[in-house]
């Protein structure tokens, strides 16, 4: 009984506790500092801007479908293999 009276008041603390949280900026740590400013930018990057991913590291998709069949262009490249 007494166990069961511990559990109901510990759950919903341990909910509590992991909902706390930094909901403000990010900041570098204590003694860091940003990475400096990349090759021919004029000032460092934000961190909002070093989180963002670029274009190489999420490249958009291309889902085009055949809407009709089209005749294979001759390719001159397309060689048989030798032997």
Do not use: H, W
Not at 16 to 34: F, I, W
């Amino acid at each position: 009984m007494n166990r069961n009276i511990s559990m109901i008041v510990l759950l919903p603390v341990l909910g509590l506790l992991s909902a706390c949280g930094n909901r403000g900026g990010l900041e570098p740590a204590k003694g860091q500092s940003l990475p400096p400013a990349a090759y021919g930018e004029a000032e460092p990057a934000t961190s909002d801007q070093l989180l963002e991913p670029s274009t190489q590291a999420r490249p958009e998709r291309s889902d085009e479908l055949l809407r009709r069949s089209e005749k294979r262009q001759d390719d001159k490249f397309d060689l048989p293999p030798p032997g």
